[in-house]
């Protein structure tokens, strides 16, 4: 899993929004843009979840649960379905400027 969600996030343009579950915890994570989209949908839709930085991956991650997944799909197209999780689509443009002061915020919380 550990390579798959680096690649996904090193190829993501971040029109997806790649997301993870972990059956341990029933929690879904999102890691990078990913992270970044869904962390601005969850505050423009008043959806709850946790966000940290990863120092495993060198990245942000956001955590939350099955209501907010649900929701995010409601939000988004959903493109495919995978063992490895979901692959949303949300098209909106990430601003770059504010994604790197959300990251260094996030590194240094």
């Known amino acids: 899993?550990?390579?798959?969600?680096?690649?996904?996030?090193?190829r993501n343009d971040g029109t997806h929004i790649y997301l993870y579950e972990d059956h341990r915890t029933d929690l879904w994570s999102a890691y990078g843009y990913s992270a970044y989209k869904v962390n601005t949908l969850a505050v423009d839709n008043?959806?709850?979840?946790?966000?940290?930085?990863?120092?495993?991956?060198?990245?942000?991650?956001?955590?939350?649960?099955?209501?907010?997944?649900?929701?995010?799909?409601?939000?988004?197209?959903?493109?495919?379905t995978t063992s490895q999780g979901l692959c949303l689509v949300q098209?909106?443009?990430?601003?770059?400027?504010?994604?790197?002061?959300?990251?260094n915020h996030l590194r240094t919380y």
């Open 1 to 10: 899993m550990d390579e798959i969600i680096v690649l996904n996030e090193c």
């Open 46 to 80: 008043h959806l709850p979840l946790l966000k940290s930085f990863s120092k495993e991956y060198q990245m942000p991650l956001v955590m939350f649960d099955k209501k907010t997944c649900e929701a995010l799909q409601q939000l988004c197209r959903h493109e495919n």
């Open 91 to 103: 098209t909106e443009p990430i601003d770059d400027e504010s994604y790197y002061l959300w990251v």
